[in-house]
């Protein structure tokens, strides 16, 4: 229980302050918990951080398989929805700062399973009414979703990048 406290006291920090603002100190403080708790329970503040960045990771997929899982455009629109709820969140910013962390600390976590990419890969062909995609390809997918993310977390004209994402969906579907 108190584990799970202080894992989501972590994702709360990281989400509300950054990387920057990330701190042993700061999540116990969240957590309402001493320091040494959160030490104890999860060694360094490395491993910690790699809990956080797998569970943020887990979270980002999982929101975008289900929203693909609804048919055609309403499952694009969806997406398009879960992707502006992820900036808006916090959740694209924090993913990002995670990607300037020595990624060896943070293991394979912030990287989906192979398994998880061919679910991606199966959701999206029945959902569009595709052909069978590789799972290289529905990474290359997830890629270009983060680009979407990133464009909208930056100074990119919003409507700009909505359309670019419809264009891209329909290059995709009409190739």
Do not use: N
């Amino acid at each position: 229980m108190i584990q799970e406290r202080i894992v989501g006291a972590a994702m709360d920090v990281l989400l509300e302050k950054g990387l920057d603002g990330w701190t042993i100190e700061a999540v116990a403080r969240e957590a309402g918990c001493a320091k040494g708790l959160v030490h104890y329970h999860h060694g360094t503040k490395a491993r910690l951080l790699a809990e956080v960045a797998a569970r943020l990771s887990s979270q980002r997929f999982h929101a975008r398989r289900a929203a693909l899982e609804r048919p055609g455009a309403q499952g694009l629109d969806r997406l398009w929805e879960v992707l502006g709820g992820d900036v808006a969140s916090g959740a694209t910013a924090a993913w990002a700062s995670l990607l300037g962390y020595p990624l060896a600390r943070l293991a394979t976590g912030l990287a989906p399973s192979e398994e998880a990419l061919r679910d991606l890969a199966d959701t999206i062909e029945q959902s569009l009414s595709l052909p069978p995609l590789a799972t290289a390809q529905a990474l290359a997918l997830l890629a270009a979703l983060d680009g979407f993310e990133i464009a909208l977390l930056s100074e990119a004209e919003p409507d700009a990048v909505h359309d670019a994402y419809h264009r891209f969906w329909l290059a995709l579907i009409s190739a």
